[in-house]
C-alpha cells in the first residue's frame, strides 16, 4: 500500500508564494520519480513538476521560473513545491503523483489565486 498525503493548499492573491508538501510512504518507497499535477476548474489534469531520486527536476512551461520542486526525507519520500509569483491561472486542485513500477495519486490539496 502506498500513500500520499499532501499538504500546504491556500488562498493566496496574484503575486503570492506557497509551499506545497507530499510526504509519500509504503512499499513502493523509494520510488523513481515523484511530482505534481493540477486540475483547475473545468480543465483536464497537467503536468507540473516533477524530481527524480538523483534530483533531476522538469517543469512544465508555464511555471518555468516561478516553481521549484525539491525532493528529501527518509529514502526520498517527501516532495516540496515552492511557487512563487502565482497567478490566478494557477488556480486548482494539486495532485502529489509518484511513479515507479505502479503509479500513485494522492488525494489533492486546493490552491487558490485571487487576483
Known amino acids: 500500500q502506498v500513500q500520499l498525503v499532501e499538504s500546504g493548499g491556500d488562498l493566496v492573491q496574484a503575486g503570492g508564494s506557497l509551499r506545497l508538501s507530499c510526504v509519500g510512504s509504503g512499499i513502493a518507497f523509494p520510488i523513481p520519480t515523484m511530482g505534481w499535477y493540477r486540475q483547475g476548474p473545468g480543465k483536464e489534469r497537467e503536468f507540473v513538476a516533477s524530481?527524480?531520486?538523483?534530483?533531476?527536476?522538469?517543469y512544465a512551461d508555464s511555471v518555468k521560473g516561478r516553481f521549484t520542486l525539491s525532493r528529501a526525507g527518509v529514502d526520498n519520500n517527501t516532495v516540496y513545491l515552492r511557487m512563487n509569483s502565482l497567478k490566478p491561472d494557477d488556480t486548482g486542485v494539486y495532485y502529489c503523483n509518484a511513479l515507479g513500477a505502479s503509479q500513485f495519486w494522492g488525494q489533492g490539496t486546493q490552491v487558490t489565486v485571487s487576483s
Open positions: 524530481i527524480t531520486r538523483g534530483g533531476t527536476a522538469r
